[in-house]
């Protein structure tokens, strides 16, 4: 994910600042009695460190063919499982830095995995119920696209000429410096990854709208859950360790999913045909 990109940032930032609130003011068990500023800055440090930790093990496991292959609502509660691990020692630690449990658990090993133990359950439920809750709107294919007031045109206006038609919304948000012919596209939790024949980039985008635009203009295919490929950009289907790819012209390899195998072979066959 592009943490760097500002529509992801004010998206994060202000789940971010929600979630610091609510459990500031709901001063959940464990944290009772700490006050309105300590209840501030302790949420603020460990609601900071989840967030990023979250988003960076969903990025990385979208790496994993396997992972990719699973239904979007298993792939959230794998990374928040997970991250949830990550997370158990450093929020123990916290409370601890705070005076909010018993830090002479620390000297004793046996009694500190005891300690984390008895909060790993609670953890591991409200880690996993707000992640799901966080990504909840693009699960259910919402529409995080930044509204554009005009759209990039095919061609410059001229007087002499009947006016342009304009490109679909997905195509005034892609760089200049990567240009509009598309390889392939690539669903990234919130973000589409688009590759062109001059570069890649991540736009806040829902890859169902992009293929919705796209194949206004277009001919392609979605070859997985997460991807989609220009057809005129499909050099041949390969087969490696039992996994089926589509290579690209470019060389890159796009992911063939089972049930889009024999759906994929017969758009082939027709694009010869044609």
Not at 1 to 26: A, C, E, Q, R
Not at 67 to 80: D, G, I, Q, R
Not at 210 to 223: R, Y
Not at 242 to 264: C, E
Request: charged fraction near 20%.
């Amino acid at each position: 994910m592009n943490l760097l990109s500002i529509p992801g940032l004010k998206y994060y930032f202000w789940v971010g600042v929600s979630l610091i609130l609510i459990f500031t003011f709901l001063e959940p068990e464990g944290v009772q009695g700490a006050g309105i500023y300590k209840g501030l800055t302790i949420w603020a440090i460990q609601i900071s460190f989840l967030l990023t930790l979250l988003i960076g093990l969903h990025i990385s496991l979208q790496k994993i063919h396997i992972f990719n292959e699973l239904n979007p609502w298993f792939k959230l509660t794998l990374s928040a499982m997970l991250g949830s691990v990550f997370f158990i020692p450093f929020g123990f630690g916290i409370d601890c830095l705070f005076a909010l449990d018993d830090c002479s658990a620390l000297k004793n090993t046996q009694k500190m995995i005891s300690e984390i133990m008895d909060e790993s359950a609670g953890i591991f439920f409200s880690v996993t119920l707000t992640w799901l809750a966080i990504n909840a709107p693009h699960v259910l294919q919402l529409n995080f696209a930044e509204k554009r007031s005009t759209a990039q045109k095919v061609h410059k206006i001229n007087e002499k000429q009947t006016p342009p038609i304009p490109l679909p919304q997905f195509f005034s948000l892609i760089p200049k410096e990567i240009g509009t012919d598309i390889l392939f596209l690539k669903s990234e939790l919130h973000y589409v990854r688009i590759v062109t024949t001059h570069g890649e980039k991540l736009i806040l985008y829902n890859l169902k709208d992009a293929i919705s635009d796209l194949e206004k203009i277009e001919d392609g295919i979605k070859t997985h859950r997460s991807y989609w490929v220009s057809g005129k950009h499909i050099k041949k289907l390969v087969t490696e360790k039992g996994r089926k790819f589509i290579l690209a012209s470019n060389g890159q390899k796009v992911p063939l999913s089972r049930r889009n195998s024999a759906s994929i072979q017969e758009y082939l066959i027709q694009r010869i045909k044609n």
